[in-house]
T-cell receptor
Framework: DTAVSQTPKYLVTQMGNDKSIKCEQNLGHDTMYWYKQDSKKFLKIMFSYNNKELIINETVPNRFSPKSPDKAHLNLHINSLELGDSAVYFC???????????????FGAGSRLTVL | KNQVEQSPQSLIILEGKNCTLQCNYTVSPFSNLRWYKQDTGRGPVSLTIMTFSENTKSNGRYTATLDADTKQSSLHITASQLSDSASYICVGERSNDYKLSFGAGTTVTVRA
């Protein structure tokens, strides 16, 4: 199946721990994103990579570090987890960035992170 | 203040009925407006995308309208089905930096 897949789907951990979420897309897209969806359901961009290069880095604590080993993968590592990090994190990809209407996003199913 | 505001926050309709969701945006300079459907526990899925020159676009039983003058969009669901139960998210894109602004979504519940 062509898709954006992310793992794990659920993640429960203690404050202070370090965790990673992995994302892979087989759509041949060259841009990938991480979004955070909080309890109010707003989707907020965190990072965007185009061909392994960071192009969007919103105001996100530096405890969050994305890594893109190739254009089909974009992983998110979170250090020293805090209660406020609890949310659903969505990976997405698009055909390209940098032209209006081109970045129609295909989202993964989400990874629900719960910090206790 | 968010650049995309949606109403109502939630609504309940009976199967087979129609409903209309509203979206007001202040995204500027404006490029296009999208509607996404997000099923519970899933990622959003694109329904429509309209540029400022388009007034309406359909995707099956979903019809989106856009009034670029009043900066309003609507999503009309015709003959609702149980599978239409989801959150519907309005998204505006800026033309200068292609940044997307997401609304909080309208949660639609279709009951038999």
């Amino acid at each position: 199946d062509t898709a954006v897949s992310q793992t794990p789907k659920y993640l429960v951990t203690q404050m202070g721990n370090d965790k990673s979420i992995k994302c892979e897309q087989n759509l041949g897209h060259d841009t990938m994103y991480w979004y955070k969806q909080d309890s109010k359901k707003f989707l907020k961009i965190m990072f965007s990579y185009n061909n392994k290069e960071l192009i969007i880095n919103e105001t996100v604590p530096n405890r969050f570090s994305p890594k893109s080993p190739d254009k089909a993968h974009l992983n998110l590592h979170i250090n020293s987890l805090e209660l406020g990090d609890s949310a659903v994190y969505f990976c997405a990809s698009s055909r390209t960035s940098g032209s209006a209407g081109a970045n129609v996003l295909t989202f993964g199913a989400g990874s629900r992170l719960t910090v206790l | 203040k968010n650049q995309v505001e949606q109403s109502p926050q939630s609504l309940i309709i009976l199967e087979g009925k129609n409903c209309t969701l509203q979206c007001n945006y202040t995204v500027s300079p404006f490029s296009n407006l999208r509607w996404y459907k997000q099923d519970t526990g899933r990622g959003p899925v694109s329904l429509t995308i309209m540029t400022f020159s388009e007034n309406t676009k359909s995707n099956g039983r979903y019809t989106a309208t856009l009034d670029a003058d009043t900066k309003q969009s609507s999503l009309h669901i015709t003959a609702s089905q149980l599978s239409d139960s989801a959150s519907y998210i309005c998204v505006g894109e800026r033309s200068n930096d292609y940044k997307l602004s997401f609304g909080a979504g309208t949660t639609v519940t279709v009951r038999a």
